[in-house]
């Protein structure tokens, strides 16, 4: 805006300009939003925000402006203004609690304490509203990322090499639990691949998921998950001898429409008769499709429908979300495959979460959160919703505050 000198938009998040990590480097001093919002860096921040909004908003009532003008600015309010407004709320709901403070220390020092009790009561619930309103601004502060919105290709798979029978039961337990989680969620879950193991178990299955925010709410769900367990039967079982297995998590967005070109040429496509649970045709009918893309070596089956035609269709729906994530990736520059980085080796080592039966306790490894009752946890409710908010809520956390260090860094030179 060339006529109005004094205005230069100050930039908004941009996470496309950073990797968001889980690390075992815990941040210790932004664990939660209530911290990080008390952090000088992100107060100067927001008050730089706030004071450009005022600016922008004064700007908008000249009568100088041409339509282009008017539209910027306009876009940049409206940008603007819910995280100026949010800033103002806990800013007064900051002095509200102050002055509970001053009559908390005022009541305790004349002895009233019923007065006290109930001053106590509002404070802590002042609090609990605080964290909800940091948490509002520093999701309006860190923009959605692209495929937030998207459908997601689930697909879980027994481990290779660890834990035999415990691996695959727990699969389908994980299976069941994200099959659950899509119910609570009322997301539309429909099984595209299901291979069973013979001890009732599961080598491998994927699912195609639709529904609001999917991907948002499933993409730390990627990596390797860990069991620990006392097998049900046999000598083990007897013994009370602990067994460790693993199983693994793939999620990739797929975007309502995905613009793949896919020559026939390049594709070589069998049938076969279904084998897991999709009906009275299972192992009647050569209904089952796989499709092998031969440039790639990109493998994908349908065996859940009926109609050997609706398989097809199904299956170079997903060979299409998988060739275009490999489009997205090469775009992002990535050094490995978002499956790669999700699969890695499938080694212990590289866990993301560890289910210890024994001890009935879920750990989270990137964001040191333990979480009890894993019942709870795989029957894909509450209490796994409350899992999968805590890491959003780290990751964004995590991102203003890296954000918020490369600002500095740039400003002290570094």
């Given at each position: 805006l060339h006529n109005h000198g004094s205005w230069r938009p100050e930039p908004l998040l941009d996470t496309a300009r950073f990797t968001l990590s889980f690390n075992s480097r815990h941040r210790k001093n932004?664990?939660?939003?209530?911290?990080?919002w008390k952090h000088e860096a992100v107060q100067k921040y927001l008050e730089t925000l706030s004071k450009e909004y005022q600016q922008v908003s004064h700007l908008l009532s000249a009568d100088s402006l041409n339509d282009f003008e008017q539209r910027t600015l306009r876009r940049r309010c409206a940008d603007l203004f819910p995280i100026a407004a949010a800033f103002q709320e806990i800013k007064e709901a900051e002095r509200e609690v102050q002055e509970l403070k001053a009559m908390c220390t005022e009541l305790d020092s004349r002895d009233e304490k019923q007065l006290l009790e109930l001053a106590l009561e509002e404070k802590e619930s002042l609090d609990e509203k605080m964290n909800v309103l940091c948490r509002k601004l520093f999701q309006l502060l860190v923009p959605k990322e692209k495929y937030d919105r998207s459908p997601v290709i689930l697909e879980v798979t027994a481990g290779r090499t660890t834990g035999g029978d415990i691996c695959q039961q727990f699969t389908k337990e994980m299976f069941e639990m994200y099959q659950n989680y899509a119910d609570y969620k009322r997301w539309t879950f429909d099984i595209v691949n299901y291979t069973p193991a013979e001890i009732g178990?599961?080598?491998?299955?994927?699912?195609?998921?639709?529904?609001?925010?999917?991907?948002?709410?499933?993409?730390?769900?990627?990596?390797?998950h860990r069991v620990q367990r006392i097998p049900e039967t046999g000598m083990s079982s007897r013994m009370q001898r602990i067994h460790t297995g693993t199983m693994s998590v793939i999620v990739l967005p797929q975007p309502e429409e995905v613009d793949v070109k896919v020559d026939p040429k390049d594709l070589r496509i069998d049938t076969f008769r279904a084998r897991g649970a999709g009906g009275q045709h299972v192992n009647k009918t050569d209904s089952a499709v796989r499709i092998v893309h031969l440039p790639t070596g990109l493998?994908?089956?349908?065996?859940?429908?009926?109609?050997?035609?609706?398989?097809?269709?199904?299956?170079?729906?997903?060979?299409?979300?998988?060739?275009?994530?490999?489009?997205?990736?090469?775009?992002?520059?990535?050094?490995?495959?978002?499956?790669?980085?999700?699969?890695?080796?499938?080694?212990?080592?590289?866990?993301?979460?560890?289910?210890?039966?024994?001890?009935?306790?879920?750990?989270?490894?990137?964001?040191?959160?333990?979480?009890?009752?894993?019942?709870?946890?795989?029957?894909?409710?509450?209490?796994?919703?409350?899992?999968?908010?805590?890491?959003?809520?780290?990751?964004?956390?995590?991102?203003?505050?890296?954000?918020?260090?490369?600002?500095?860094?740039?400003?002290?030179?570094?």
């Open positions: 932004h664990q939660d939003s209530q911290a990080l178990g599961l080598h491998h299955a994927a699912a195609h998921i639709s529904g609001e925010n999917v991907y948002r709410h499933l993409k730390y769900e990627g990596g390797t493998a994908v089956e349908c065996q859940q429908e009926r109609s050997q035609q609706t398989n097809k269709e199904i299956a170079l729906r997903t060979l299409r979300a998988k060739l275009y994530q490999q489009i997205i990736e090469k775009q992002l520059s990535q050094e490995q495959s978002a499956r790669k980085l999700q699969l890695g080796t499938r080694a212990q080592s590289e866990r993301i979460r560890t289910y210890n039966f024994t001890q009935d306790r879920v750990t989270d490894h990137r964001i040191s959160y333990d979480a009890r009752n894993i019942k709870e946890i795989l029957s894909g409710k509450e209490a796994l919703d409350k899992l999968i908010n805590r890491l959003l809520e780290f990751a964004e956390i995590e991102a203003v505050t890296q954000y918020l260090e490369n600002l500095q860094a740039l400003e002290g030179g570094g």
